[in-house]
């Protein structure tokens, strides 16, 4: 797909058994960084450069040159085009084809240092192939999904990249039921190396659209950026679940105002969770986000 990679060198380290014993090297972490990631967002065709202009005017940025291309191992075209917000990344399709299986459920695209060894990673971390890895015109890719139904892509291209680090990093919002909450996180941290910076198994519902009810929220970071994990019996009210992505910003009302004029409409208006100001938003071609400022807590 239209990605970048970075190519990262590691340095081997030889200790001599007859002084210390061996210790086995930890594992691989293949992330890049998180203004390599980002979120596929896929919308009509005819809706796609309204989408661009109105996630532009959203949260700032630039984008890469549109050009039409296939993405996938069997025969599609799709428009592509990179927009690079401070905010976070989004890869935009608009398929001029009908959309071959299993793409278009996948909510994140994470660049790899290695892709086999990435792929080989996810699966001893409980995670499947939804496809064998295919070679792309700039690269190669994968389609994993995680426990609960969780589906991302892995990918590695040949072309460096150079991006400054993100402003704010944009947070994956995963919605599960106690079923598979406890493997998919499981495996998501031992995959990503990630660290559990809160674990709320008492937090309110009303942030997810259960008011009166008791959630459990998981918030994880990693080298492939933040993911809050929320765990619920799953009767979530619209639009509560479509939300992939919350986009932190300074101010939220001013980028509200700002995603009003370019045609984005507000689906759930500013609500307050702890410190955090947060407003869910679906724009022109139907991609749902979330929007926050500060912390929830």
Excluded at 148 to 159: D, F, I, K, P, S
Excluded at 265 to 271: D, G, K, N
Excluded at 282 to 293: D, K, Q, T, V
């Amino acid at each position: 797909m239209k990605h970048f990679t970075l190519i990262i060198a590691a340095a081997l380290v030889a200790a001599s058994p007859a002084v210390t014993p061996a210790i086995a090297a930890p594992a691989a972490d293949h992330a890049v960084g998180a203004q390599y990631d980002t979120t596929h967002v896929y919308v009509p065709q005819d809706q796609f450069d309204t989408f661009v202009s109105s996630f532009v005017a959203t949260f700032g940025g630039t984008t890469s040159k549109q050009g039409e291309f296939q993405v996938t191992p069997t025969k599609s075209l799709t428009k592509s085009q990179l927009v690079l917000t401070p905010a976070g990344t989004v890869s935009v399709f608009g398929f001029k084809t009908p959309i071959p299986v299993p793409f278009g459920d996948e909510r994140t695209g994470y660049l790899v240092t290695d892709l086999d060894a990435a792929v080989k990673s996810a699966r001893s971390h409980g995670a499947v192939r939804r496809l064998e890895t295919f070679p792309d015109p700039i690269g190669r890719d994968s389609v994993i999904q995680w426990p609960g139904g969780v589906n991302m892509q892995l990918y590695w291209h040949t072309a460096k990249p150079n991006y400054k680090p993100l402003e704010t990093i944009p947070e994956n919002r995963v919605y599960l039921t106690a079923d598979a909450a406890e493997t998919f996180i499981k495996g998501w941290t031992g995959f990503a190396h990630a660290k559990i910076n809160a674990d709320d198994k008492a937090a309110n519902g009303a942030e997810i659209g259960e008011p009166g009810k008791t959630i459990r929220r998981v918030s994880i970071t990693s080298g492939y950026g933040k993911m809050v994990v929320y765990v619920s019996d799953g009767q979530l009210p619209w639009p509560y679940g479509r939300d992939m992505t919350g986009y932190a910003v300074s101010d939220l009302n001013a980028t509200l105002a700002k995603a009003s004029a370019a045609g984005v409409e507000t689906l759930v208006a500013p609500y307050s969770t702890g410190k955090r100001q947060a407003a869910i938003v679906r724009f022109p071609g139907g991609y749902i986000a979330e929007i926050h400022s500060g912390e929830v807590d």
